[in-house]
């Protein structure tokens, strides 16, 4: 199976740089002898995806039958590895990750080439560009990083097993999730610089990508809170997000696809911000690739790095092409990216889009600078520092107080200028909601002078009651008018509001999915934390609630050693749990790690870690943290992806384009969209 | 001329109402940030080993957040924590005593002297020029409009300006 994989790979590898090379040639040329290498080329394409595909599968297959003859599979499986970890193999390791990138590269690459006939020509530009992605990363599988790389020697009779921190079922959905979006920016790159390259008139290439920018989007941001979430539940430090250079990596072509999404309106709708547009998804891509970088080129120390290795350079010098290719066209066809119209007022939903991507960018910036700021910071001065969570929060929240800001005022100011009156009209409400949010949390115990961080929180969860307030009046201000026309009621006229506009309205969502999982992150200022060897019977206070101690076990299995406590849990006096930390050591890879036991309820969660073992006394020592609002954080996110899926549902208007509307029957829509405000 | 007068008092008494609301707004903005002013110095030993300090294991945790199964740093870098809080130095003299032990890599972010002063700095000065830049577009725009549809020369594109008009404020 190892050669059959090894023979797979280089098969794909020809496709692709056939599908790249002639698809190339028959695009500088106009004749129809091009049309059919075109086709030849797109066949190439979709082939590649197969030969891609029967490479990860022989892969999969040796990781099933426990062939250790593979080097990646002795050390990153054992015969003991339970089989959804199986699975999980293909991505745990540096090889086995880079065919999974090949993978879902020639998937995407897939379903574009099949649905080539929503525009030939400009799918055609995106197939050789996707194929251009697809030489490189099958270039370093054929030669850098072979994933059935043969064992020298003799063949030990059991592998090393998956990393234990692995060893979690988030774990075989978040690196996917994570991957989906990182490869998925490939495909609205080569759209956009298809695009740029053939001079590509209007802007039906940004309605083509839509769905696929949002997808791979909301497939990243899954991505990104599984992570924060397996964090959270195997990590044991308390917390999900603790600004390691790998979780910036995720973020920073986060944040750049956040602002694009936003900014690509404007050129929708007023064909403004073209240049901007276009630089935003080429420094999306290229973030995908350098977040790809940092995990495998050991520049940065990380608790997520794979070992530091050569194909780092690969990376670098990826980077160069790509960001060449990318000045190039772009200075060969700016001419072509030139705004048709020009910001009117500072107080417009333009200017509100402009600065959310000032903001926006700001913060991928100083995530940026903070990640490489050590490697600065060494080669002036000689002292390697540390730039850690500190300097992230310091820098960062002031910027997303403003973008929160920002998500609350943004929806309610008009395209083009908004009058004073319409400003006090739309506002007083969201303002006085936030003025008196922030009363009541400082009457309620909250305070802000004393701690700086006590006074963000204020501001965030303030800020957020803001956004939802604004939201809301948003929904009701256009279902009443829906109401006024229809006659229905409030639900159904709030259903048929979101039918009509569904990116519009599923954006508000997501907008509140923000606001919800940002009041998840105020809470966090208020966490705390005890430690304490507890022996049978001991017991442990930690705000209102009593852990005792009840006992302490130990356990085995084929895969792993354990031991656990059984920690029972009163709040204010009375039972509420029976919690159950535990630390295991898994025998193949001789590593230890901590399954923290969580409580969770609306308001906090009670989150207990073994954190350690006195061999004097044989008592555990337990970690108890009190985190509140936790739970909005998740379900912060939840919101978010229903956001997005509602986004992405068609609008009821363009389901029924084929359909004669009569004239009359249009006109009073046209009202009431002037009404409930313009578009976007 | 007195239904000039009549709409020229009446703007002025909106600005008024909305000159107050802006003072309402601020006076209790202003309010809710100084209620509760205060000082807590018991939270020093939390505020140092979870915003200052990091374990120098390689884990790159914050100090009092390093849950390494066997770390062989972070119980002793505690233990040296609390006795020096217990002793009564001040922040900077704990934290000179780290960075002599252990190296500048111990502290959680970048000092704000020398060299380092730019980690800070430069988010912020890219916003700011951000902000500027797009301030000084904005200004340069206002200054040479583009063609509007009633100016001579731009007739004959009604159609695309209806278009336009269509596709700015559909739903």
């Known amino acids: ?164 921190l692995l060893q979690y079922p988030e774990m075989v959905i978040h690196p996917p999730m994570l991957y989906l979006g990182y490869v998925g920016m490939s495909v609205p790159f080569a759209f956009a610089l298809g695009a740029l390259i053939m001079r590509y008139p209007g802007e039906k290439w940004i309605h083509i990508t839509r769905r696929w920018t949002m997808v791979t989007w909301m497939f990243l941001t899954c991505g990104i809170f599984l992570g924060s979430h397996w964090a959270y539940y195997v990590l044991g430090w308390g917390g999900y997000w603790g600004w ?18 936003h900014s690509v309106m404007m050129q929708e709708k007023r064909g403004m911000m073209k240049v ?59 001419s072509h990216l030139k705004s048709e119209h020009r910001l009117e007022s500072l107080v417009s939903r333009e200017s509100s889009f402009l600065f959310n991507n000032l903001l926006l960018l700001a913060s991928c910036f100083a995530v940026l600078w903070g990640t490489f700021f050590p490697i600065l910071s060494e080669w002036v001065t000689g002292n390697k520092i540390t730039v850690g969570s500190p300097f992230y929060n310091h820098v960062n929240v002031p910027i997303a107080l403003l973008l929160l800001l920002l998500t609350a005022t943004g929806p309610l100011l008009a395209w083009r ?24 949390l400082m009457i309620g115990g909250m305070k802000p002078r004393q701690d700086v ?25 256009g279902a009443r008018v829906i109401r006024g026309h229809t006659g229905r009621n409030l639900f159904s006229s709030v259903l048929q509001l979101w039918r009509r506009n569904t990116r519009r309205y599923g954006g508000y969502i997501v907008h509140f999915g923000v606001a919800v999982a940002v009041i998840g992150l105020a809470g966090s200022v208020f ?32 895969n792993f050693g354990s031991a656990s406590a059984i920690i029972d849990v009163f709040k204010n006096g009375h039972p509420l749990v029976t919690m159950y930390p535990e630390r295991r050591f898994f025998k193949s890879s001789q590593q230890a790690n901590t399954l923290p036991s969580v409580h969770s309820s609306l308001f906090e969660d009670l989150y207990l870690v073994y954190a350690g073992h006195n061999d004097t006394t044989d008592h555990p020592i337990i970690t108890a943290h009190v985190n509140p609002l936790v739970g909005w954080f998740w379900a912060g996110w939840l919101i978010l992806v229903l956001g997005t899926l509602l986004a992405l549902v068609p609008n009821e208007a363009a389901v029924k384009v084929t359909q004669p509307v009569p004239a009359r029957a249009t006109a009073p829509e046209v009202s009431m969209a002037q009404t409930t405000g313009a578009g976007d | 001329m007195t239904l000039k007068t009549n709409m020229g008092s009446a703007k002025a008494g909106e600005l008024l109402t909305a000159t107050r609301w802006m003072q309402v707004i601020a006076v209790v903005l202003f309010s809710v940030f100084f209620l509760g002013a205060g000082d807590d110095f018991e939270a020093r030993f939390n505020t140092l080993g979870h915003k200052k300090l990091i374990c120098v294991c390689g884990c790159n945790q914050i100090l009092l957040e390093c849950n390494h199964v066997g770390c062989t740093y972070s119980d002793r870098m505690r233990n040296e924590l609390i006795a020096a809080v217990q002793r009564g130095d001040s922040d900077d003299l704990v934290l000179q005593a780290f960075v002599q032990k252990y190296g500048p890599i111990v502290l959680a972010a ?49 159609e695309e300006f209806k278009e336009q008009a269509r596709r700015e404020t559909e739903l």
């Open chain 1, 1 to 164: 199976m190892p050669y059959f994989g090894s023979f797979a790979l280089l098969c794909a590898l020809a496709l692709s740089l056939y599908c790249l090379v002639v698809g190339a040639i028959s695009l500088l040329r106009e004749n129809p002898a091009s049309q059919r290498l075109t086709e030849t080329a797109r066949r190439a394409g979709i082939a590649t995806f197969i030969a891609v595909a029967a490479a990860a599968a022989a892969l999969l297959w040796s990781a099933f039958h426990d062939d250790f003859s593979v080097a990646y599979i002795l050390h990153h499986s054992n015969r003991d590895l339970p089989i959804p970890y199986k699975f999980a193999v293909l991505w745990s390791g540096q090889e086995g990750s880079l065919l999974f990138w090949s993978l879902l590269l020639g998937a995407y690459g897939f379903v574009l080439r099949l649905r080539h006939k929503v525009d030939i020509r400009l799918t055609a530009y995106a197939s050789v560009i996707l194929a251009g992605v697809q030489v490189f990363f099958l270039l370093l599988l054929n030669f850098a990083a072979k994933p059935f790389a043969l064992m020298q020697g003799e063949i030990p009779p059991d592998g090393n097993g998956l990393n234990p």
């Open chain 1, 244 to 261: 390691d250079p790998v979780e910036n990596a995720s973020l920073l072509p986060w944040l750049t696809a956040t602002a694009f999404l």
């Open chain 1, 276 to 334: 901007w547009n276009v630089w935003l998804i080429f420094a999306t891509f290229m973030l995908s690739i350098l977040g790809t970088f940092l995990t495998r080129s050991g520049v940065i120390s990380s608790v997520h790095a794979f070992a530091q290795s050569s194909i780092g350079d690969w990376f670098l010098i990826f980077l160069a092409i790509i960001f060449a290719v990318c000045l190039f066209f772009f200075v060969k066809n700016r």
């Open chain 1, 417 to 440: 200028r908004t009058s004073f009156a319409s400003l006090r009209r739309n506002f007083t409400i969201p303002t006085v909601a936030a003025v008196a949010t922030a009363g009541a």
């Open chain 1, 453 to 477: 961080s006590y006074f963000y929180s204020l501001m965030a969860i303030s800020l957020s009651v803001m956004v939802t307030v604004t939201i809301v009046s948003e929904f009701l201000r």
């Open chain 1, 527 to 558: 966490n705390q934390t005890q430690e304490k060897e507890m022996g049978n019977g001991d017991s442990l206070q930690i705000g209102k609630y009593t852990l005792v101690c009840r006992s302490y076990t130990q356990d085995d299995n084929a």
């Open chain 2, 110 to 158: 970048p000092t704000t002297t020398g060299f380092n002063r730019i980690a800070w700095i430069m988010p912020f000065a890219v916003l700011l020029a951000g902000f500027a830049f797009a301030g000084m577009i904005v200004l340069s725009w206002k200054n040479k409009p583009l063609l509007s549809p009633g100016t001579p020369g731009a007739g004959g594109q009604l």
